[in-house]
Nanobody
Framework: QVQLVESGGGSVQAGGSLTLSCAPSVYTDSIKCISWFRQGPGKERERVASIWTTGGSYYVDSVKGRITISRENSKNTVYLQMHSLKPEDTVMYYC???????????WGQGTQVTVSS
C-alpha cells in the first residue's frame, strides 16, 4: 500500500518561506503526477501545483510567482517551496499522487501551514 509522507509545515511570519515535501512510501510506476492541494475551513480543496514525472508542472494562477514545485528523483520526493507567504495562506496542505492530473489514487494526511501577520 502506497502512503504519501508529508513534512515541512509549520508556522512562519508573513513574508516568510516554507518548503513542504512529499514522498511516496514505496516506488510505483503508477504515479505519474504528484500535486499539492490546500483547503481552508469551510472551503473546497484547491489544487495549488502539480508536477509530472516527465518534468512538466502546473500552478494555479493565484500562487504563480510565489510557489515552486520540484522533484528530486533520487529521493522520490516532491517539494513545494512557498515564498512571500501571506496570512491567507494559512490552511492545510495535502499531497496527492496518481496516474494523471485528474486521478489521485493516493493522499497524504495533510500538513498545516500557519502564517502570522
Amino acid at each position: 500500500q502506497v502512503q504519501l509522507v508529508e513534512s515541512g509545515g509549520g508556522s512562519v511570519q508573513a513574508g516568510g518561506s516554507l518548503t513542504l515535501s512529499c514522498a511516496p512510501s514505496v516506488y510505483t510506476d503508477s504515479i505519474k503526477c504528484i500535486s499539492w492541494f490546500r483547503q481552508g475551513p469551510g472551503k473546497e480543496r484547491e489544487r495549488v501545483a502539480s508536477i509530472w514525472t516527465t518534468g512538466g508542472s502546473y500552478y494555479v494562477d493565484s500562487v504563480k510567482g510565489r510557489i515552486t514545485i520540484s522533484r528530486e528523483n533520487s529521493k522520490n520526493t516532491v517539494y513545494l517551496q512557498m515564498h512571500s507567504l501571506k496570512p491567507e495562506d494559512t490552511v492545510m496542505y495535502y499531497c496527492a499522487a496518481g496516474p494523471s492530473f485528474y486521478s489521485n489514487a493516493y493522499w497524504g494526511q495533510g500538513t498545516q501551514v500557519t502564517v502570522s501577520s
